[in-house]
């Protein structure tokens, strides 16, 4: 069966500096991988994701993700933070059979000034 | 990207009532749309797969029954929560994918619906 897992409840980065959320999973053949962002008492919205072709994946708002097969993992990643960046992240995965989409538990970002 | 409606945003009912959500893509046709349910701070739980001209697909452990899902046509989904009972509050999201032709279609949200029983 597949699944995501985000090993970090929370994630605190001052702002400026770069960040990571970390994401691994697990599904039978290709995967295809999301990365969504929700701030509060709001829907999500799409960053970016990988179906196949390079490996960095850039995305909205300055956002990246690195694909690592041999990982099983899909890290999002920023250079530099903004405030505006702390909200709650989720990473997905989705077979490619195009079934249903899985989350992982979501990250919490907080960003200080 | 694409457009998710969802209505209401915000729902309060007394306990025994039904409450409906609408779910419609706006500027896409949608043969496939998803529910989930949201508690605070926790992650979405996928409810049901609701399939235009079709019965829905329920997850294990949701009751068919209890969550009423109509997906009437291309670009709505309804889901109804009857005889709404407190412990069904929580926020519902709905979402729908965009094929673009058979691609791989990242899936769009709704800004979801926050139900309060009372």
């Known amino acids: 069966a597949q699944s995501v897992a985000q090993p970090e409840d929370q994630v605190n980065v001052a702002e400026g500096n770069p960040l990571t959320v970390k994401c691994t999973y697990s599904?039978?053949?290709?995967?295809?991988l999301f990365w969504y962002v929700q701030y509060p008492n709001r829907g999500l919205q799409f960053l970016l994701k990988?179906?196949?072709?390079?490996?960095l994946v850039k995305g909205s708002y300055g956002f990246e993700a690195e694909f690592n097969k041999s990982q099983t993992s899909f890290h999002l990643k920023k250079p530099s933070a903004l405030v505006s960046d702390s909200a709650l992240y989720f990473c997905?995965?989705?077979?490619?059979?195009?079934?249903?989409?899985?989350f992982g538990q979501g990250t919490e970002l907080s960003v200080k000034p | 990207g694409a457009v998710v409606s969802q209505h209401p945003s915000w729902v309060i009912c007394k306990s025994g009532t039904s409450v409906k959500i609408e779910c419609r893509s706006l500027?896409?046709?949608?043969?496939?749309m998803f529910w989930y349910r949201q508690f605070p701070k926790q992650s979405l739980m996928l409810m049901a797969t609701?399939?235009?001209?079709?019965?829905?697909?329920?997850e294990q452990g949701v009751e068919k029954d209890k969550f009423l899902i109509n997906h009437a046509s291309l670009t709505l989904s309804t889901l109804t929560v009857t005889s709404a009972h407190p412990e069904d509050s929580s926020f519902y999201i709905c979402?729908?994918?965009?094929?673009?032709?058979?691609?791989?279609?990242?899936?769009?949200f709704g800004e979801g619906s926050r139900l309060t029983v009372l």
């Open positions: 979402s729908a994918r965009d094929w673009q032709g058979g691609g791989s279609g990242e899936l769009f």
């Open positions: 599904v039978s053949g290709n995967p295809y």
């Open positions: 990988y179906i196949t072709g390079d490996n």
């Open positions: 997905a995965v989705r077979d490619s059979q195009g079934g249903k989409l899985i």
């Open positions: 500027d896409f046709q949608a043969t496939t």
């Open positions: 609701s399939n235009e001209g079709s019965k829905a697909t329920y």
